[in-house]
């Protein structure tokens, strides 16, 4: 069953976790090279390269995909990937890089309620989301799914669970989906069986953004 509900809390700066040890990542975007930093030991650390098996690196080692590790030291490491040095801390969140090392983000006030609406587009049509972390999707109505091109004949049929029981559902691949100047690819969303007055912006888009809530104002910002 895939969860729906609205936003109860929301999730400040957002940990990655794999087995019981946290990752910090380095994503370059024009190679589409992840490094995930697993651990580290002395003189050496424990990597997973585009989420193959984890690797145990010496420093000064290049593996075939081009990633060499500078340095290491208690709390991190510093690696290379096609000529950028960035230095990872196990714990930290994901950082993506891109042209000039600005990552894109968007900034979305809280209305009288204390939720976040904010305009934006699926699949190039205009749509408004509200932000929910307690959607496991991008959830969207009948009506949007059909303004967007979404054709649910040939989706994956689902059953929701509502506030008003269990419902028929479409699990699809949203070609995009944009919030101001952020734009996600091939986004996991779910097209209900009736009309929505907005679509649900759920963690299938959310997992993918730094979010830091500061009063008023929520912070997305793009990792990868």
Known sequence: MIATGFMKTLFIDRWLQCSGVFLACLVIPAEATEVALAGVFPGKVLVVINGGSPRALPVGATTQEGVRVIAVDSDGAVVEVDGRRQRLIVGQQALNLGGD???VSVTVQADSRGQFHVPGSINGSAIR????TGATYVSLGRGDA???????SRAEPVMMQTANGVAQAWKVKLDSVRVGDVVLRNVDGIVQGTDM???LLGMSFLSRMEMRHDGPSLQLRQRY
Request: net charge positive.
């Open 197 to 199: 007055p907005f679509a």
């Open 101 to 103: 090392g600005r990552r």
């Open 129 to 132: 989301f509200v932000v929910d």
């Open 146 to 152: 059909s303004r967007a091109g979404i054709d649910v």
